[in-house]
Structures are given as C-alpha cells and as structure tokens.
T-cell receptor
Framework: DSGVTQTPKHLITATGQRVTLRCSPRSGDLSVYWYQQSLDQGLQFLIQYYNGEERAKGNILERFSAQQFPDLHSELNLSSLELGDSALYFC?????????????FGPGTRLTVL | AQKVTQAQTEISVVEKEDVTLDCVYETRDTTYYLFWYKQPPSGELVFLIRRNSFDEQNEISGRYSWNFQKSTSSFNFTITASQVVDSAVYFCALSEANDSWGKLQFGAGTQVVVTP
C-alpha cells in the first residue's frame, strides 16, 4: 500500500458525459501528479500540482482539467468524454514535487466510456 | 520521440530462471533519474528502484539487481530466481533535470510471465 488513495476504483459512463476522479496524496506529500494509461498511448503524464498550484502540464486535453485543494487532495475532471478517453488514470504523490523525489502511485481509476 | 525504449514486449520464463529486462533511454541532460516500476495484474504501479545519473554503481537488493551503464544509455533490471508472483508488466521511466518538477516518461513496458 503506497498510502495514495484514489476514488472511485471503476467508473463506467457514456460519451459526452463529465466525470471527476479524486486523489488523496500520502500524508505529508505536497505534490500530486496525474497520469493516463491507455492501450495505444501507454503511460502519459498529464499534469502536476504542488501545494495547490499547477506546476507542470503534459499532454492533457483541453477537455480535461484538474485542481488541488487546500487539504492537498486533487481532482481530475474529464468532460465531453469520448470512447478514446477510456483508460486507467493514476495519481502519484511526492513530498517536494521535484526531480529528486520518488513518485508513489495510487491504485488507479479505471474509466470506461461506452 | 520516445525517450525510453523497452524493446522486449513479453518475456516468458519458468520459475527459478533469471529474467533480465532491457531499458534504453535518451536524454541530453547530465542530471536525471531512472526508475523501474512493476504493474501486477491487479493494476497498481509499484515502485521498485531508482538511480541517479551520477551513480553508476550497480547494486543488488534481494532478488532484484540493476545494471546502469551511461556509456550505452542503458538501465537493465534483473530478477534472480523468478517466482510466479513476479508475473507483471515492468516499466522503466526517466525523469530529467530540464523538467525539474520530476515528471516521469515511461517506456512501453515488458510483460513478464513466470510459469510454475
């Protein structure tokens, strides 16, 4: 158990809908990273937050957004869902959000878009 | 361009055999970190090992060992005396200093199947 929690574990929805994925970092960690794992793209970095502020952005679609709240949990919002958004979404947390930190991953949320 | 290449898609071994997973990376940075993560069938990503670019000393940790060679940009990982519980997808990942916030760039993964 990494100490990172993600809810829900599974999510099934329809095209065009909007969903929210939640991540709680390990105790004491200030930074959260979001990744998407799909069959065609593999594991891809989406976005990073540190202590409530966006720090780095990867290949995140404009239909996707995220935020980190004062209690340090983070939410990833996916809207206007398409079939291709079906994937496993991971969050990871670190203490300082820097190169020297090891990222510990949550169990993931499996999103299925029908 | 793919910065981390794992050329082996799948490796099948019988229990107690050794398994070596290849990883080749590409970076212009002199400071970077390399990682191995394991993804068992249950789906979570489990951190295994990490190495920074200034430390080429190869180590052994239990049944795991790694071989980091900057000259060939390789970071290979070996499981000694494999067990059925080692069956998983193994990912090599790179974190570069020019992106100092630590985002990971993953290879495509290698599926390891260990049969009894």
């Amino acid at each position: 158990d990494s100490g990172v929690t993600q809810t829900p574990k599974h999510l099934i929805t329809a095209t065009g809908q909007r969903v929210t994925l939640r991540c709680s970092p390990r105790s004491g960690d200030l930074s959260v990273y979001w990744y998407q794992q799909s069959l065609d793209q593999g594991l891809q970095f989406l976005i990073q937050y540190y202590n409530g502020e966006e720090r780095a952005k990867g290949n995140i679609l404009e239909r996707f957004s995220a935020q980190q709240f004062p209690d340090l949990h983070s939410e990833l919002n996916l809207s206007s869902l398409e079939l291709g958004d079906s994937a496993l979404y991971f969050c990871a947390s670190t203490r300082g959000g820097s190169l020297t930190d090891t990222q510990y991953f949550g169990p993931g949320t499996r999103l299925t878009v029908l | 361009a793919q910065k981390v290449t794992q050329a082996q898609t799948e490796i099948s071994v019988v229990e107690k055999e050794d398994v070596t997973l290849d990883c080749v990376y590409e970076t212009r940075d002199t400071t970077y970190y390399l990682f191995w993560y394991k993804q068992p069938p249950s789906g979570e990503l489990v951190f295994l090992i990490r190495r920074n670019s200034f430390d080429e000393q190869n180590e052994i940790s239990g049944r795991y060992s790694w071989n980091f060679q900057k000259s060939t940009s390789s970071f290979n990982f070996t499981i000694t005396a494999s067990q059925v519980v080692d069956s998983a997808v193994y990912f090599c990942a790179l974190s570069e200093a020019n992106d100092s916030w630590g985002k990971l760039q993953f290879g495509a993964g290698t599926q390891v199947v260990v049969t009894p």
